[in-house]
């Protein structure tokens, strides 16, 4: 049978229930046989539905029924096919493999996948059924797309049969597929010794070389700009130290890596502090604790007044009492000491960070900005208190 079974108990039949069940199929098949003749004078069956009246009996069903439910006989045949009892580990492989085969034949994959699977889990000792199981298997998942799957499974079959063809070339489309180009060749030279002048294969090879050739190129550039990246990122470092500016959960210039330059901001991963012909650029961010809001600065020179991006950034959209400008405002930083201090923003950026007491948090210069004499200034400064 080919299609999935309903299993039965695992006990060994007596000589006399196999004789029953012997002489019982041959009574179905004598009683089937007689009643094709009859429906063939009678009712007769159509020419496009001989197939599917066929199935509908144990000896010929290829699946099982739509209920999920086997007759005796079925179950009986079931047993004398599947049964580690009644068959040798040659026999249960085939018969698992010609499961497999069938759900192939009519692309349920991952069905035939299971068939050949169980195949060759019965562990029999010919190779060459082993070897179809596994090439077979990586078919099935090569019509999946499971590029790795049948890379492995067209090795295991070569392990057992190394001049099979169709595992070497399954095996080459296989790694060219999942980028492992050296393998891929190495099996395309394999097929090549059995078959020199195979022009798929010979195609197949050449492709395989033109993308390793890609593959490294591009691997030349990634690393030239992982290089290109670190030296950057170390001349950050090295001028973060050289201008004494105090990061952050560091204990001292040595302890200063990127992992505490990352900006912990939504969306602002590409925004942490660079160079820019020997200009440190930094991350900025200005609270209004009044309304809530927050305005996020990319990339602000060190030698640029802090007071030129709030002249950007007024008057705002959410300061309808136009309380927020330049003029009437004073901005904050919270130092290490956990206080609030005071800042002229009319000095560059990079002199502010040098402030007593001030510290980059997570690689962003944060800043605090309130109207002048108002309440809510007030409010902030007593919850330090």
């Not at 999935?4 to 004789?19: A, H, Q, Y």
């Not at 090795?155 to 980028?179: G, Q, T, V, W």
């Not at 070389?209 to 593959?215: E, G, T």
């Not at 991963?269 to 309304?291: C, G, Q, S, T």
């Amino acid at each position: 049978m080919a299609g999935e079974v309903k299993k039965s108990s695992n006990k060994s039949m007596t000589d006399e229930e196999r004789l029953a069940l012997c002489q019982k199929l041959d009574k179905e098949l004598d009683d089937f046989i007689n009643g094709l003749e009859k429906k063939r004078y009678t009712e007769g069956w159509p020419e496009d539905r001989w197939e599917e009246e066929m199935e509908k009996h144990p000896f010929f069903m290829k699946s099982t029924p739509d209920d999920g439910e086997l007759s005796p006989l079925a179950e009986g045949l079931a047993k004398l096919k599947y049964d580690p009892e009644e068959n040798t580990p040659l026999e249960l492989a085939t018969s698992y493999k010609e499961d497999g085969n069938f759900n192939f034949k009519h692309k349920n994959y991952r069905l035939a996948i299971l068939g050949y699977t169980e195949g060759i889990k019965v562990k029999c000792n010919d190779p060459e059924i082993n070897a179809s199981l596994y090439n077979n298997r990586a078919a099935s998942h090569w019509h999946l797309k499971n590029y790795r799957s049948a890379l492995y499974d067209s090795e295991k079959a070569l392990s057992f049969n190394p001049n099979h063809i169709k595992a070497m070339l399954r095996a080459a489309k296989s790694a060219i597929e999942i980028a492992k180009y050296d393998l891929a060749i190495e099996h395309c030279q394999k097929y090549l010794v059995i078959q020199p002048k195979d022009k798929e294969t010979i195609d197949l090879m050449n492709a395989a070389k033109k993308k390793k050739l890609i593959q490294e190129r591009d691997q030349r550039k990634k690393e030239r700009l992982e290089t290109k990246n670190n030296e950057q990122k170390d001349a950050v470092i090295r001028l973060i130290i050289e201008r004494g500016i105090k990061i952050s959960n560091c204990d001292d210039e040595d302890d200063i890596d990127l992992s505490k330059l990352e900006p912990n901001l939504p969306g602002a991963h590409d925004a942490m502090v660079h160079i820019d012909n020997a200009i440190l650029k930094w991350p900025v961010l200005f609270l209004y604790p009044e309304y809530q809001m927050t305005d996020f600065i990319k990339a602000c020179p060190e030698n640029v007044p802090l007071l030129n991006q709030l002249e950007q950034l007024f008057p705002a959209p959410w300061d309808q009492e136009n309380k927020y400008s330049c003029e009437k405002i004073n901005v904050y930083f919270e130092g290490y000491d956990k206080m609030p201090h005071v800042i002229k923003p009319s000095k560059n950026l990079g002199e502010i960070l040098l402030t007593k007491y001030f510290e980059v948090k997570a690689g962003t210069p944060a800043f605090f900005v309130l109207p002048r004499g108002s309440v809510i200034e007030s409010r902030f400064l007593e919850s330090f208190i």
